[in-house]
């Protein structure tokens, strides 16, 4: 029972204030108030917002899956030219977030953009003379979240073919199978919790996405919200809609769940080392081309494309403007960051210490705060922390007779809660992970030592953690850096960062004056990336 340690009771308490605004976005089924609204919706652009959600998950899941396995599965089981370093390189575009994409690509690939601009001087073109891909729509914002979240499946894809490759391809082979039918019968369905999950993963980032849709003019779910909440002055029906978006985010879970029925996928003997197949001649540097595109698109031509914008053209708010925009995202992901791990070790060390189900369950319900996305969680947290503060207001105004106003909903406090209900878990896990790692033998050695529960975790569990709680706390740190839509609807006033910046910059055309805030984005999304680059190096 919970009263077995106060852990436990610490441990339910924050999975129910995790859990708070998504029970506020689902009640908010219950008001029958917003007719008017959903009425002009309904005529206008529901039907639109649903199609193109739809269309984004189907060919956003279908790019991403044939990238990350493909890529997977060369770099794994093939030798070819660049391989060692294509193997951890293919993981860098993932510290570009999918808006930064968008921006760079539109500016690159416009009329008057580089690329064009070069196309009608070299070939003596005109307007009418070709035809060009508008970037800024359905089909570019689908390339923009598959050149940035294929890692995803790319990464566990990678491990899972590692993990069950060396004794069963060696017995496909001497079944006679070829490498493609190696590939098709054994290598890929045993793979296939990985890449499902890996796919999850890219959509619910695809479903959470605010800027890059926002700015391709692609009506979603998404931009639903934000548009419900600040242009038709509705929470109720932004907080509707957010529950409708919710419930794609479950079935894409429940979908994942259900496609692997009742099979089992057991890991294998692990003891056989994998010989990959040399390949000759132009199929060698085919393998080679498929592995550099990706990265190329996703990672190096943006970059390069940003650093010579920051260079050439520069930026005019570079300066006092540009360090107070690193100061505001800075201090708002410390922030973040430390209450994380704080939380972290909260709830990590409680499910281990307690001998209840409840401490483990509170870790569960934790991690679905990652699978909402930000604009829902923005609106779940407006919505009580509004009425709480409208109640601290009114209590003080009867005490004091002065009205303070509103406490918590335009400071920090709401908007590192509605961060950490998204970003908890990404901290939780590392720290699960790390405390796995730590036998139970050494905490009964410790209280054989006279040691309690603090002291034990003080003197011998926090040394061995360092380095997960290190990775946990740069991990949070950069994913709040990088947030978008739950910064822009709950920031304080006068209060932006780098991302914002970037997209309100970027919003109104003036890229080049973005240039530095976004680069400055990916420098930073670059650290979790490298740590992630030298596990993959580790693993070969």
């Given amino acids: 029972m919970l009263q077995e340690h106060p852990l436990a009771l610490a441990a339910m308490t924050v999975a129910v204030l995790v859990m708070m605004p998504v029970l506020a976005v689902a009640l908010s089924l219950m008001d029958w108030s917003t007719g008017e609204t959903w009425r002009h919706l309904l005529d206008t652009v529901l039907g639109e917002y649903l199609l193109n959600t739809l269309v984004l998950c189907i060919v956003v899941a279908l790019g991403v899956a044939s990238m990350g396995v493909t890529t997977a599965w060369l770099t794994t089981m093939l030798e070819f030219p660049g391989r060692c370093t294509l193997e951890w390189a293919l993981v860098l575009p993932l510290a570009c977030p999918a808006y930064v994409l968008a921006y760079v690509y539109t500016d690159f690939l416009q009329f008057v953009g580089p690329l064009q601009t070069w196309l009608r001087e070299t070939f003596h073109w005109t307007r009418a003379d070709y035809w060009f891909p508008d970037v800024r729509s ?7 979240f598959m050149f940035v979240l294929y890692p995803y499946v790319y990464m566990l894809a990678r491990s899972a073919f590692l993990e069950r490759a060396g004794s069963l391809v060696e017995a496909g082979r001497s079944l006679g199978l070829t490498p493609w039918q190696n590939f098709w019968r054994v290598s890929l369905p045993l793979a296939r919790p990985a890449v499902v999950g890996g796919v999850a993963l890219a959509l619910m980032e695809t479903l959470a996405d605010f800027g890059t849709v926002q700015y391709f003019a692609v009506q979603t779910f998404t931009t639903g919200i934000y548009r419900a909440w600040f242009s038709l002055g509705d929470r109720i029906a932004a907080a509707q809609l957010a529950t409708a978006l919710l419930s794609v985010v479950a079935l894409v879970l429940l979908l994942e769940r259900a496609s692997r029925g009742r099979a089992r996928y057991a890991a294998g003997a692990r003891g056989r080392v994998l010989h990959r197949r040399p390949l000759q001649g132009a199929m060698a540097w085919l393998a080679t081309a498929s592995c550099v595109l990706p990265i190329v698109f996703g990672f190096l031509l943006p970059g390069g494309l940003l650093l010579r914008m920051a260079i050439v053209e520069g930026d005019a708010q570079f300066g006092e403007r540009y360090f107070e925009l690193v100061h505001n995202s800075a201090l708002i992901s410390a922030v973040t960051a430390a209450c994380a791990v704080l939380l972290g070790v909260l709830l990590a060390y409680a499910a281990r210490l307690a001998r209840s189900p409840w401490p483990s369950v509170a870790n569960r319900v934790v991690g679905l705060g990652y699978a909402v996305p930000g604009a829902v969680i923005a609106v779940g947290v407006l919505i009580p922390v509004a009425r709480l503060d409208n109640a ?10 002065n009205n303070p106003g509103l406490l918590l909903t335009g400071g920090i406090a709401a908007l590192v809660y509605a961060y950490l209900v ?17 036998t139970p033998s050494m905490d009964e050695a410790a209280r054989s030592l006279g040691a309690g529960r603090g002291e034990t975790l003080r003197r011998v569990h926090w040394p061995l953690l360092s380095g997960s709680l290190l990775t946990a706390a740069l991990l949070v740190f950069v994913d709040v850096m990088k947030e978008l839509p739950a910064t822009l609807v709950m920031r304080p006033f ?5 991302a914002t910046q970037a997209y309100i910059l970027a919003s109104d055309e003036r890229l080049a004056e973005a240039s530095t805030a976004a680069l400055t984005i990916v420098v930073v999304g670059l650290l979790p990336v490298i740590v992630l680059s030298r596990r993959i190096a580790h693993q070969r």
């Fill in 494 to 498: 006068n209060f932006d960062t780098l």
């Fill in 138 to 144: 359905l089909g570019g914002a689908c390339a923009m």
């Fill in 422 to 438: 998204r970003y908890l878990t990404v901290a939780l896990q590392s720290i699960e992970s790390g405390l796995a790692r730590i």
């Fill in 392 to 401: 601290l207001a009114e209590a003080i105004a009867r005490l004091t007779g």
